[in-house]
């Protein structure tokens, strides 16, 4: 079997800052439909599992999920520098194009005839964008195959979280204190019994 390649590095904050911004206008949609492939797949700073857990920290805490993960993945490489460059990347492109953009449909809005025009080309955008984020789910998934709670815990997990804020209307916050701190103590109890296991077959 061949070995898994090593993982990259940024070489500077210039490179760090120019990946999250490409990264950045890339994100129709929203950013983590491409941040698995342009971190993982395309530079390699991280692999399949790290990106799923540091995405995983980034979702429960509060403010937007791209953005705590690029304040984590900034400061991995380059402490507090790398964090300020990462999130600077993140927003500063796309907050100069959405102010044109909102100037540009504020403008367009009193024309009559431009109305349908932008009312289709907003809907076509989020059929595409809802699609990207499916998409994204189901790569991001593959990584939990290997989770120490199994692959069919897991996808119970999903579905539970899923019919928890879909069909019975929990707050976010509810089902991460409740559903997600249970499933941390499992995962806890499990990677501690390894662990115990491990300590017993080295000494054996």
Not at 23 to 44: K, S, T, Y
Request: charged content about 15%.
């Amino acid at each position: 079997m061949a070995d898994t390649p090593a993982l990259a590095r940024p070489a500077s904050l210039r490179e760090l800052f120019i990946a999250f911004t490409v990264l950045a206008l890339q994100g129709f949609g929203g950013v983590i439909a491409v941040a698995q492939r342009e971190l993982c797949e395309r530079r390699r700073w991280l692999d399949a599992r790290e990106f799923v857990d540091m995405l995983a920290s980034a979702q429960v805490l509060p403010g937007p999920n791209v953005c705590n993960l690029s304040l984590m993945i900034g400061d991995r490489f380059f402490g507090w520098r790398g964090a300020l460059t990462a999130l600077a990347g993140m927003i500063l492109a796309p907050m100069a194009l959405m102010l044109l953009l909102a100037w540009g449909l504020g403008e367009a809005s009193s024309l009559p005839q431009a109305q349908g025009l932008i009312r289709g080309a907003l809907g076509g955008i989020a059929a595409v964008a809802a699609g990207q984020i499916i998409g994204t789910v189901l790569k991001l998934s593959a990584p939990l195959r290997e989770h120490e709670l199994g692959w069919p815990a897991c996808l119970g997990l999903a579905a539970l979280a899923l019919a928890l804020v879909v069909q019975w209307h929990w707050p976010l916050v509810q089902v991460l204190l409740s559903l997600g701190g249970a499933a941390c103590l499992v995962s806890y109890a499990l990677l501690k019994r390894q662990a115990a296991r491990r300590a017993q077959e080295t000494q054996a």
